[in-house]
């Protein structure tokens, strides 16, 4: 006989773990299905492992600046498979935390590859063979993959997805990445700070294209002050592979120039795992490769659910896991709030990190917003000169009329632990007047939020 539960989940990345771990908490029967590893590609092969490495990046960069602090450090140098098997012991660490988690919280795992059979079922292929499992609520939670484009497709050797890039099977030396958004800069930052000669390719007008044109021009300075090459408005039309060595065809400005890299990532954006899971036999609507939902995340079909990357953008690990807790509580039979996109943050890791919120200034202009924008620079703060880290920004992005803070901005040392303070005013819609209220502790690099709210309203005290 079938096993019965109340919230079955089809994959255990952030979005899934979590929509089970609280289902269980509501009461639920709740179950994991999952076909790798628990804690899919985020703490497997995305958020996690990449920030360990870039830490260890980080650290090398750090001792490099050694005399700038009064300290030596002789013979800096690096192993990179130390590097690399220290980023895999994050993940596997954590991998048995979510393991442990979901055991603490009496949610049965069961490990094999899920499809929807008929209403309320779902197969597992496991090692023993397949099995039915039904329930009452089900999770579409499968996460996605690497986009492959034609032409560009990795091979595991000379061109890498951030799969390959997270394992590499050496330290490029001439390196091109293929994409700017938060994953390519991530590792194009990674292995120039380790000394890869590195070159960027963005197809549109400027890099990390999401965020606002002062923080993407800030950053690319920077990146390119570190003696990385960006090209933006930058296509790569094919990639001629020999031994060791791969030729990139590159068009600009109608013009195709020849560049020999010895290994190149690929990191041109994601596709849903929408695949074999009999979605169009259920019901289910698909958008090219994502599952399509209203802002509860419910497919139409009773019962069904989509949470994550497989339900579209943003593709954020915070935005899965909200939506989980979403779908277990209106499983559970109450009245959670939507997940709101314009209170989700993006973080990028690089080296400066770049964090943001809300709109941007060009966004709130065409939406129509008359704007107030403050600025605050870096080298304004004691703690950030203190800390040797003068360079970056924080921009607020206000609604002149109401004083609603529309949207922040921000590029430097940390910004990525700071940006949750803007994330907390944007879901409190939060007013210039509370934030500038606000007494922010001194000496720390959130005074920065402080007088960027400030300057918004020409207050700004220490610029
Ligand atoms: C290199 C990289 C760095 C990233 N860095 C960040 C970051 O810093 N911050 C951030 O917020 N996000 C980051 N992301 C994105 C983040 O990893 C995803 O947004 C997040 O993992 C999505 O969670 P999910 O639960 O939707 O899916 P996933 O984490 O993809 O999990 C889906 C799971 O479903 C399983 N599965 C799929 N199909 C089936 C099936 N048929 N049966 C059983 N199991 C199945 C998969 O094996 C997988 O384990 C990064 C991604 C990458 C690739």
Redesign the pocket.
């Known amino acids: 006989m079938a096993a019965t539960y109340d919230f079955l989940v089809?994959?255990?990345?952030?979005?899934?773990?979590v929509a089970a771990i609280r289902a269980a908490q509501l009461g639920l029967k709740a179950c994991v299905?999952?076909?790798?590893?628990?804690?899919?590609?985020?703490?497997?092969?995305?958020?996690i492992?990449?920030?360990a490495l870039l830490r260890s990046s980080e650290v090398f960069h750090l001792m490099h600046r050694a005399a700038e602090f009064g300290l030596s450090a002789d013979k800096i140098g690096y192993d990179l498979p130390a590097v690399v098997k220290r980023s895999r012991g994050v993940a596997k660490q954590m991998e048995g935390g979510v393991k442990h988690l979901l055991k603490k919280n009496k949610v049965d795992v069961v490990m094999?590859?899920?499809?929807l059979a008929g209403k309320g079922t779902v197969s597992?292929k496991t090692d023993k063979g397949t099995e039915e499992i039904s329930a009452r609520h089900i999770v579409i939670?499968?996460?996605?993959?690497?986009r492959e484009l034609p032409g560009l497709e990795a091979d595991g050797d000379l061109v890498w997805t951030?799969?390959h890039?997270?394992n590499p099977p050496r330290m490029p030396k001439k390196l091109l990445v293929i994409g700017s958004g938060?994953?390519g800069i991530?590792?194009a930052s990674f292995f120039n700070t380790l000394g890869a000669e590195t070159t960027v390719v963005e197809v549109l007008d400027r890099v990390l294209p999401v965020e606002d044109a002062e923080i993407s021009a800030f950053a690319r300075k920077q990146f390119e002050k570190q003696g990385m090459k960006i090209m933006e408005k930058s296509m790569v039309k094919q990639l001629d592979r020999a031994k060791g060595k791969v030729t990139a065809n590159i068009e600009t400005g109608g013009k195709v120039e020849k560049m020999e890299f010895d290994t190149v990532i690929s990191a041109v954006g994601?596709v849903g795992?929408v695949e074999?899971?009999n979605l169009e036999k259920a019901g289910v609507k698909v958008d090219r490769t994502h599952v399509v939902t209203d802002e509860y995340c419910r497919t139409g079909v009773d019962g069904l659910y989509a949470?994550?990357?497989?339900?579209g953008a943003?593709?954020?690990?915070?935005?899965?896991?909200h939506e989980?807790v979403m779908v277990a509580e209106l499983a559970a039979g109450q009245h959670p709030h939507p997940v709101k996109p314009s209170a989700i943050a993006?973080?990028?890791?690089c080296h400066p990190q770049v964090a943001s919120v809300g709109l941007t200034e060009a966004r709130a202009k065409e939406q129509g917003y008359e704007v107030k924008v403050g600025k605050f620079p870096f080298i304004g703060n004691g703690k950030a000169v203190a800390l040797g880290e003068p360079e970056g920004m924080i921009k607020t992005v206000f609604d002149a009329k109401t004083g609603e803070l529309l949207g922040a901005h921000m590029v430097g040392a940390e910004v990525t632990e700071l940006i949750q303070g803007y994330v907390v005013a944007r879901t409190l819609e939060t007013t210039e007047q509370e934030l500038m209220e606000t007494v922010f502790p001194h000496p720390t690099l959130s005074e920065m939020m402080h007088e960027s709210v400030l300057a918004a309203y020409g207050r700004q005290i220490h610029m």
């Open positions: 089809i994959g255990s990345g952030p979005g899934g773990y299905i999952e076909r790798e590893h628990l804690g899919g590609i985020c703490l497997n092969w995305g958020c492992p990449t920030k094999g590859e899920a499809a597992v939670a499968t996460g996605a993959r690497a951030y799969k890039a997270l938060a994953i991530e590792f994601i795992n074999n899971l949470i994550g990357d497989v339900a943003p593709w954020l690990a915070h935005k899965a896991s989980g993006g973080c990028t890791y």
